[in-house]
């Protein structure tokens, strides 16, 4: 398989943290943004960023701005179908995805993504972490999946711009259709998925740096 190429989801309306652009916000001087990109590009053949509104904001980053599709805030599908576009322009066979404000995850995402999707006929799987005995969100497997973070098949996307013409939301439901995976990743020491939503979240990666 050809090397993923990266996408960053950072299309959300960031309500929690009052509006604006999350990934602008500053974390042990540098943005969130900046962080992201120096942990996904060395691991990806390209980089773009899903971000509605005007790109103009991102210019200093020189990577190219993609819009979603569908309208109407879809969710982070919206901008995975995005991302799956662009790759489509670019000859690419999948993508990863990762979160904006999420400044943590793992250095070895995409190798172990790769890795776990051997075998599949489309590459698919999420990112995936063990969870407590109070966690609801869990899979069948007893894992929380991690949406945002995942490696997707270019020849799926009209299959999944299909479902969010129908009214799709949740992400799951469509990479269990599809046969996807879960990708287990160690939590020791920090939450590698730990994202910033509020300022409160925001004073607990500083104290995490």
């Known amino acids: ?26 974390l042990g001087g540098q943005t969130l943004l900046s962080r992201v990109i120096d942990r996904l590009q060395p691991q990806v053949g390209a980089l773009a960023l899903n971000a509605n509104g005007d790109a ?52 070895d995402l995409v190798p172990h993504l790769l890795h776990t999707s051997e075998g599949q006929g489309h590459p698919l799987v999420l990112a995936a972490t063990k969870g407590d005995a109070q966690t609801k969100s869990k899979s069948r497997s007893g894992l929380i999946r991690h949406p945002t973070f995942g490696l997707w098949p270019v020849a799926l996307r009209d299959d999944l711009r299909a479902a969010l013409q129908d009214g799709l939301k949740k992400v799951v439901l469509w990479t269990d259709k599809h046969g996807g995976r879960e990708a287990l990743f160690p939590t020791t020491g920090i939450d590698p998925f730990f994202n910033v939503n509020t300022p409160e979240d925001l004073a607990h990666a500083e104290a995490l740096l």
């Open 1 to 26: 398989m050809r090397q993923p190429l990266g996408v960053i989801l950072a299309g959300g309306l960031a309500t929690r943290m009052g509006g604006g652009d999350k990934a602008l916000l500053s």
């Open 56 to 107: 103009a904001r991102f210019t200093e980053y020189g990577l190219p701005v993609i819009a979603d599709s569908i309208s109407g805030y879809a969710g982070p599908l919206a901008g995975v179908l995005a991302g799956l576009d662009w790759a489509a322009e670019q000859g690419a066979d999948t993508i990863v995805t990762v979160a904006a404000d999420t400044p943590f995850f793992p250095c």
